[in-house]
C-alpha cells in the first residue's frame, strides 16, 4: 500500500508543472501578438482559368492564385471543401498554380484559392468550371411493362409511355423511331425524352429506338426496346383422345388448346391447382394420366394466363368405360347373402341383378344353360316344381367387353305327390285306352243289338201281314197287339227317322257310362293331388262339365227302355 509521504511528494510536484507551462505560454502568446501587430492586412487573391467549358476525358485545365502578399500559404477549395489530392491534380511548388488533367464530370463545380497569413486568411472570388459530357448509354423504360428477358410486354388495348434516361451536359436531345422505321415517329417528339402511344394493339409490336444527341460533345448514342403486345386471352378448351376412355388404360393425354402463343398454361383438378404426381403429370399445355382409374372423371379445367389477364376453361369430365363388376342378386328391396333363394309354390317370384358397370351393363338369364329371358329382372308369375333349379345371369359391356356371371339356385317348397310326373302320365295314357276301348265295346254290342232287332222287326212285319186282326178274336192278336202297343208307349209320336236310328241297350250304355266315370273320376283325382298339374285340373273339370250333359242325356235315352 502507496505511503502517505509519496502521496504528499506526488501532488506537490503538479503545481509547480503547470506554473512553469504558464509562463511558457504567456511568453509566446505575447511574440505571436508583436508580430500580428507589426503586420499588414492581405491582400483579396484572385484566381484564373485556363478554360472555363472542357469536354470530359479530352483535356486539362490550369487555374492560377495571384497575390501580391509574401510570406502566406496558398490554399484551394473545390464546392466550398478543400481539394483532395489525387493523381491527376497537380500543385506547384509555391501552391499558386493548380493543375487537373483529363477532366471528368466529378471536377465541376466552383473554385477558390484562400492565402493564409499569421492571423489572416483572404479568400478568392469562386471560378466556375464546366465540364461537357454525355450521353451516356440510353435506357429505355415502358410503363406499365413487365420484362421478360429482352422484351418488355404491354397489355393490348392500354396507354404505354415510353421514356429514355441517359446522362447528359449539356442537355441531350433525342429522336424516336418507330419499329421497322429509320424516320422519327414525328417531329413533336424531337428533344423529349418520353412518348406515350394509347390503345395499343398487335401493330405497335417491335423494337422502339431513341436516338441521344450532345452538341457540345458531339456524341450520339442510340438506345433500343423490343416490345411485345400481349392479346386479351380468350377461354381455352381441353381436347380428348379421340378413343373410348376405358379403366386401365395405360396413358391418356389432355391437351388444353389456345390459339395463344407464349402464354402459360396451369391445370385445376376441381378448383384446386393440380400438383405434379406420378399418377397426373400436368406439363404445360398437356396433362398426362398414367393407368387410369375409374374415379379420374374429374373434373378438369385448364388456365391460360400473361401478366395482364387469364382465361379458364370449362370444366371437363372424363366419360370412363369399366365394369361390369361383381354380379348381386336382390329381391325387392333386400340384398341376397347367398346365393339360394326358397319361394313357395305357386307364388310369384321377382329376381334382379345387377352390376356395377360404365356404361349400363346387358343382362341375360340362363335356366340349366338356356336363355329364358333378357333384362335386369326375372318374373315368374306362379312357381311350379319345374322351375326349380339353377338360374345364371350374365353382365356384359359393350364397350370394355368384359362380362360377369353369378349364379343362384331357386328351391321350391310346399306339398308334392307321391307320384312322379312320368307314373302319371303312363296312368292318363293307360286310362284314356280303357277309355276309348270301354267306347268301341258299346259299339260293338250296340252294332249287334241293332242288327237283331232290325230282323225282328222284318219278322214282325210278315208276321202282321199274315195274322187275323183282333176283331176276329184269335188268341194270337194279343201278343202281337201288347208288342206294338209297348212300341208306342216307349215312342209316341216320333218321327220314322228316329224309329230307324240306333238304340243302345239300357244295360250297355249304364256299365259304359258307370266305366268312363270311373277312369275319369280316378285320373282327375291322381291329377288333382299332383301339385305340377294346375293345367290338368283345370283341363279335367272341363271334360267333366263338357261330357256330363252328354252323359246324361245318354242315360235317359237308356231308361227309355226300361
Known sequence: MESADLRGHRWAGIPLSASLLTVWSLAAAAQISRDAINQKPLAKPTISVSQGRVIEHRENVTFYCDTPDVNITIHWVSNHQPLPSHERIQLSTDGKTLTIFTVQRVDAGTYQCEAWGVLQVKSSDPTYLIVYYGPDPVTIKLEPGIPNGDTVEVMEGSNVTFLAETESCPQAS????????????????LNMSNVTIHAVSKEHEGTYKCLVSNTATQLSLLGALKVRVLERLTKPYIMLPNWTLVEDTSLVVLTCQTTHEGVGVQWFLGDQLLLPSEHLVPDNRTLVIHGLRRNDTGPYACEVWNWGSRARSEALKLNISYGPDRVYFTRGSETLADNTIRAELNSRMILQCWAESQPDAEFNWTYDNTSVCKGEQLVIE???WKHQGNYSC????????????????????????????????????GILAVIALAI??????????????SRRTTEDTVYENTTPTSEEGHPEEFGHSACESRTQRLLPNQPSHLMEAEILSPEILKKSCSI???MMFITYTLYSSHSLCKPCDILF?????????ISHQILSFGLMFL
Do not use: E
Open 541 to 549: 273339370r272341363c271334360l267333366f262339365q263338357a261330357l256330363d250333359p
Open 440 to 453: 268301341g265295346l258299346g259299339c260293338f254290342l250296340h252294332t249287334g243289338n241293332a242288327k237283331g232287332l
Open 382 to 384: 306362379a312357381l311350379t
Open 174 to 189: 433525342y429522336s424516336w423511331f418507330f419499329p421497322n422505321d429509320s424516320k422519327p415517329i414525328t417531329s413533336l417528339f
Open 394 to 429: 350374365t353382365a356384359s359391356n359393350s364397350v370394355t367387353l368384359l362380362t360377369c356371371s353369378a349364379s343362384v339356385m331357386v328351391s321350391i317348397t310346399g306339398h308334392q305327390s307321391s307320384l312322379s310326373v312320368g307314373a302319371i302320365a303312363g296312368i292318363t295314357v
Open 516 to 518: 268312363i266315370y270311373s
